[in-house]
Structure formats: structure tokens, C-alpha cells
């Protein structure tokens, strides 16, 4: 792994075991996957359902261990709580506790991540008001919208100042105003210098934002492109993609 790389998949392979009338029946969901992702960059993921995004993130996260290969984040096993306290994870349906405020919410993931409560109250203030949610903070979340959840999510991911931040589709359940806030935050992350990996099911939205885009099937790497591969591509990023795929 090099000092430019925010993270590798070595030869990579996760399988599952499903119960299927009593006997354990395996599920070979990601397959000899390697790629590394560069520090301060946009990363995309694009596949269809069942391609092995989502699994792909969660070995990232640290919450799954590979069957085969080796995954290694900010140079460590990411599994290590030091890196886990380095990295923010969006899952897909994000869950909070209903009778939590937001800001309760925020504190407990502020405090998972090591930090103590003098330095937690302006971080929870602050990422608040950076997704929108300064406004609903007396609200319980019992009472927040699907994409109000999705802001709460995206928050936990990014209260502690993370290295590196993975989002698996996060503009699930925003309204066409709060995609473009997402992408714009999004950006804002590059910018400052953090490395985000995004899945997304939209061809559109990883255009905009992403410098690059891993394409996946049947949980495999299929092809990888920068953005200058689809800007000069006639019907951009979507062509590319069916090419891959099919």
C-alpha cells in the first residue's frame, strides 16, 4: 500500500452463507477484487443490484472480514479501532434510537469515535448546520422524514472529522434540492482534503461529482475509469458503463 493510497483490495473475496431448507448454502458476493483508492479523491462505485457495492463498503468499514484477500484502510486492518475512528461510514438505511434529538444521536457517535464531550458539543453543532438539520434540532427523530434520516446519517458519518468517509446511497430518499446540497457537500469534502468513497445507482449524480468510477458485476471489478474518460465519451458515463457490463 502506498503513502498515496487511502485504501487497497488485494485479491479480495467475501461469501456468505445462506440457510436454505436447513443447509447452508454459499453466496460468493464479491470475487478477486482489486483496485486501490487514492487519498483526497471521489471514488464512485456503480453496479447493478447485487453487484457487491454495498458488501465492498462494509469490508471498508470494518464491519465484514474478507473470505480471501486482504483489505487495508489508512495503512491498517480496518477493523483496527484506531482506524475505525479515522473513517465515517453512511450505510444505506441509516437507524437511530426514535426518542433521541439529533444532536443526542450525534453525541453518542461523537463519543463511539473517542471523543470527549467539550470537543463533541461545537462538532455536533457544526455538522448539523452543514446538512441541514440546525433547523429540526428540537425535533425527536421519530418524527424525521426519510430524507431528514438520510441528513442524520450522513452527520454521524462526518461528526468526528473522518480521513476517509463511505457513503452508500446517500441521496436515497433526498429531493432533487437536497441532491444538489449532497453533491455540494460532497465536494466540499474533497476539498478539504478528505478521501470519499460513494456508491450510487445513479449514472447522473457519479458524473458530477466523482473523479472516478469503479464498475462492478456480479462481484467483480469490471472496468475502472477516470472522469476524463467519460467527459470525452458520446453519451458519457452511462455508455461506458453498458459497455462493461454486458
Given amino acids: 500500500m502506498s503513502g498515496n493510497e487511502a485504501a487497497v483490495f488485494d485479491k479480495v473475496g467475501k461469501t456468505y452463507l445462506l440457510p436454505r431448507l436447513g443447509r447452508p448454502q454459499p ?54 479501532p484506531e482506524t475505525r475512528r479515522r473513517t465515517g461510514f453512511l450505510p444505506e438505511l441509516p437507524y437511530f434510537y426514535p426518542r433521541y434529538r439529533p444532536a443526542e444521536a450525534l453525541a453518542y457517535y461523537a463519543s463511539l469515535s473517542g471523543m470527549d464531550r467539550a470537543a463533541a458539543a461545537p462538532a455536533v453543532a457544526s455538522v448539523m448546520a452543514k446538512v441541514g438539520l440546525a433547523p429540526h434540532a428540537d425535533k425527536r427523530i421519530s418524527e424525521f422524514s426519510k430524507g431528514m434520516m438520510q441528513r442524520l446519517g450522513l452527520a454521524q458519518a462526518l461528526v468526528h472529522s473522518p480521513d476517509l468517509v463511505m457513503l452508500d446511497e446517500p441521496a436515497s430518499g433526498l429531493d432533487p434540492i437536497a441532491i444538489h446540497d449532497m453533491r455540494v457537500l460532497i465536494s466540499g469534502l474533497r476539498e478539504e482534503g478528505r478521501t470519499v468513497v460513494l456508491s450510487s445507482h445513479s449514472i447522473s449524480e457519479l458524473e458530477k461529482v466523482a473523479d ?7 462481484g467483480g471489478v469490471v472496468s475502472c475509469v477516470e472522469s476524463s474518460a467519460w467527459r470525452g465519451a458520446e453519451g458519457g458515463l452511462e455508455t461506458l458503463f453498458m459497455e462493461a457490463v454486458r
Fill in 212 to 218: 472516478r468510477v469503479v464498475m462492478l458485476s456480479r
Fill in 27 to 80: 453466496l460468493e458476493a464479491v470475487k478477486g477484487v482489486s483496485f486501490g483508492i487514492r487519498r483526497g479523491e471521489i471514488l464512485g462505485l456503480l453496479g447493478l443490484n447485487g453487484a457487491g457495492k454495498t458488501t465492498l463498503m462494509k469490508l471498508m468499514a470494518g464491519l465484514l472480514a474478507p473470505t480471501s484477500g486482504t483489505v487495508r484502510v489508512l495503512g491498517s486492518d480496518p477493523r483496527n
